[in-house]
C-alpha cells in the first residue's frame, strides 16, 4: 500500500523546540498544550506574517537541531516497511524558508532518525500558500498514495475528501475540529492497529 505521511507533529516533534525558540527569544512561557489550532500565530497571538518570519528565523537556529522523532514513530514506520508498504513523506514545509535551505535540512533529519523509512520526500509548502491542505491533496493523488497519516485536521480533511484514507494522530492543535472520513488515532500504535486490520 502507498502511504503518505506527514512529517511535523506527526513523526517529528517541531512544537517542542520551536515553542523553546519562541519562549527564549520573546520571554513568553507557551507551552505545546496551549496550541489548540494548527494556526499556530494564533495561539501566540502575532499575525500570520510575523509567525513565518519567526518559523523562517527557528529554522536556521541552532534550536531546530533539537528536532525528535514523535513516541512510536520510528517502530510504526518500520512496521509499514516490514508488512511490505510504501511509506511517502508528504510534508507542508517549503523546501526553502528565507536564504535557509530547509529541503537539505529535512532531508538530514530524515537520515539521522528515519534512515531507509520513505521512498520518497515531498515538499507541498501548503503551509505557505495557506491554500487549506489542497495542494498536499492534490500532491498525494499524483503520487498515488492511497492512505495519508496526518496531524492537521483541515489537510487530512482536504485528503479524505480527494478519496484517499485519512488518519489523523490526536494533537492539542486538532482536537476541536470535526472531521468527516477522516480516522482519529490516539497515537502510533492505535495507528498502526487500525492500518494493519486494512
Known amino acids: 500500500m502507498r502511504i503518505g505521511v506527514d512529517l511535523d507533529g506527526t513523526v517529528v516533534n517541531l512544537a517542542k523546540p520551536l515553542l523553546k525558540y519562541y519562549n527564549k527569544k520573546h520571554g513568553t512561557s507557551f507551552k505545546e498544550w496551549e496550541l489548540v489550532t494548527y494556526n499556530t500565530w494564533e495561539c501566540l497571538r502575532i499575525t500570520r506574517d510575523d509567525f513565518i518570519n519567526e518559523i523562517d528565523a527557528f529554522y536556521a537556529s541552532p534550536y531546530f537541531n533539537e528536532i525528535m522523532p514523535m513516541p512510536g514513530a520510528q517502530a510504526g514506520l518500520g512496521w509499514l516497511r516490514k508488512w511490505g508498504d510504501e511509506p511517502h513523506l508528504v510534508t507542508a514545509r517549503p523546501p526553502k524558508a528565507r536564504d535557509f535551505e530547509l ?4 532531508n538530514e533529519c530524515i ?8 521512498y520518497s520526500t515531498n515538499f507541498s509548502s501548503d503551509f505557505r500558500t495557506g491554500n487549506g491542505g489542497q495542494g498536499k491533496a492534490a500532491m498525494c493523488k499524483e503520487l498515488g498514495l492511497e492512505i495519508i497519516i496526518e496531524d492537521c485536521a483541515e489537510y487530512a480533511q482536504a485528503c479524505a475528501d ?15 475540529y470535526t472531521v468527516k472520513n477522516v480516522e482519529r488515532c490516539r497515537d502510533w500504535d492505535d495507528l498502526i492497529r487500525k492500518i494493519s486490520e486494512l
Open 103 to 106: 529541503k537539505e535540512a529535512t
Open 111 to 118: 537520515k539521522r532518525y528515519f534512515p531507509k523509512a520513505f
Open 162 to 176: 480527494a478519496g484517499i484514507g485519512a488518519y489523523l494522530l490526536e494533537q492539542p492543535w486538532n482536537s476541536r
